[in-house]
């Protein structure tokens, strides 16, 4: 049997960067859908345009939301994986 060696501080690692990179596209985008929905509420505020635009704020508004949970999930994934790693290791050794 091969050992498999994995440095739990990498992973730890990945799941930190992972959750301050989704932390940051979420920052992004509700900056991104604040800037739109001004424009929305001052610059153009009828019509066809201004209808497509406040869809497409919308449609920010809900991905804004599901980057922050996917971002909390993936780094959560991470730390489990360790965690699980670990549980069987010390069953094993």
Do not use: P, W
């Amino acid at each position: 049997m091969v050992d498999i060696k994995i440095r739990d501080e990498e992973i730890y690692n990945y799941s930190e960067t992972v959750k301050e990179l989704f932390d940051y596209m979420n920052t992004q985008l509700a900056k991104l859908k604040n800037q739109l929905q001004y424009v929305c509420d001052n610059g153009v505020i009828s019509g066809n345009f201004h209808n497509n635009l406040q869809l497409f704020v919308d449609t920010i508004s809900s991905v804004n939301n599901d980057f922050f949970t996917v971002g909390i999930d993936l780094g959560c994934a991470a730390e489990t994986y360790i965690d699980e790693i670990n549980l069987i290791d010390s069953e094993t050794y």
